[in-house]
């Protein structure tokens, strides 16, 4: 499971090559699916045991926190997830980090 770690110890950015990769399989993956597509702009991650699907808004891959999460999906899966971008974290937590995430991007 995700360790919490701060953002300063942790970040680093993450190719945009890989996620691209990850994108387009995630993509290719929801539209062989029965699940419907999120629409232009955002992205479905699954998150914990249950992989309980969330759409995300593209823009926060730019934010330290979601890049810390990928970076953990990474380590732990790679970036051949056939089913989707799985993020390693308690459902909670992730929760609770997307509203973190949220409240940035009202400020900016």
Do not use: W
């Amino acid at each position: 499971m995700m360790m919490i770690k701060k953002a300063s110890e942790t970040h680093t950015e993450i190719g945009a090559a890989p996620l691209r990769q990850m994108l387009k399989r995630c993509s290719s993956f929801l539209k062989k699916g029965k699940e419907d597509v999120p629409r232009k702009g955002h992205f479905a991650v699954y998150v914990g045991r249950s992989r309980a699907r969330h759409v995300i808004p593209i823009t926060f891959l730019n934010h330290p926190i979601f890049q810390m999460m990928l970076q953990e999906a990474e380590e732990e899966f790679g970036f051949r997830q056939e089913r989707g971008i799985t993020i390693p974290c308690d459902q909670n937590i992730f929760l609770s980090l997307l509203d973190s995430i949220k409240y940035h991007y009202i400020l900016v």
